[in-house]
């Protein structure tokens, strides 16, 4: 399978976390929840247009707050157990100055989550080179401190 085969076969995948996270969001109570339609690229030429603004929209008290939720292959629960010292957000590129207003980081059984408020960027560190475990390629990321992340069961 080529580079661009596993990537439209991810992006559904990726999915089952956006949709945890929606639901955790909606017990809340009182919020409304907006997933956009998922739209996945034929071709790596195609990629305009195909990105997401944000993967959930969350309707509260007349205002509208954006989320972005990454799905990583780490285990953690919390504080205690969380493997490094600071938490990857993303790529720089993707945070930009229009960033989320909330990001959610899924541990890998989509039972817990790290929830990072926008409002924490003034502490996020990056550009901070990094690799992807399982593409190879090196990229520039921001990461949170934990003491600015809240953990949450999903």
């Keep these: 399978m080529n580079e661009e085969a596993r990537f439209r076969a991810a992006v559904p995948k990726s999915w089952r976390a956006v949709f945890k996270v929606a639901e955790f969001i909606h017990r809340a109570g009182g919020r409304s929840i907006y997933i956009p339609p998922l739209v996945v690229r034929e071709e790596f030429d195609q990629r305009e247009g195909c990105g997401d603004y944000e993967d959930i929209r969350v309707g509260v008290n007349g205002k509208e707050i954006r989320v972005e939720v990454k799905w990583r292959t780490l285990a953690f629960t919390g504080f205690h157990d969380y493997p490094y010292p600071t938490v990857?957000?993303?790529?720089?590129?993707?945070?930009?100055?229009?960033?989320?207003?909330?990001?959610?980081?899924?541990?890998?059984?989509?039972?817990?989550?790290?929830?990072?408020?926008?409002?924490?960027?003034?502490?996020?560190?990056?550009p901070v080179k990094r690799k992807d475990r399982d593409k190879g390629y090196e990229f520039d990321g921001i990461e949170c401190p934990l003491d600015h992340v809240h953990f949450v069961k999903l």
Excluded: V
């Design 88 to 126: 990857l957000i993303d790529r720089m590129e993707k945070i930009g100055a229009d960033h989320a207003d909330y990001y959610f980081i899924a541990n890998r059984d989509l039972t817990h989550a790290c929830r990072i408020s926008g409002e924490t960027r003034k502490h996020w560190i990056g």
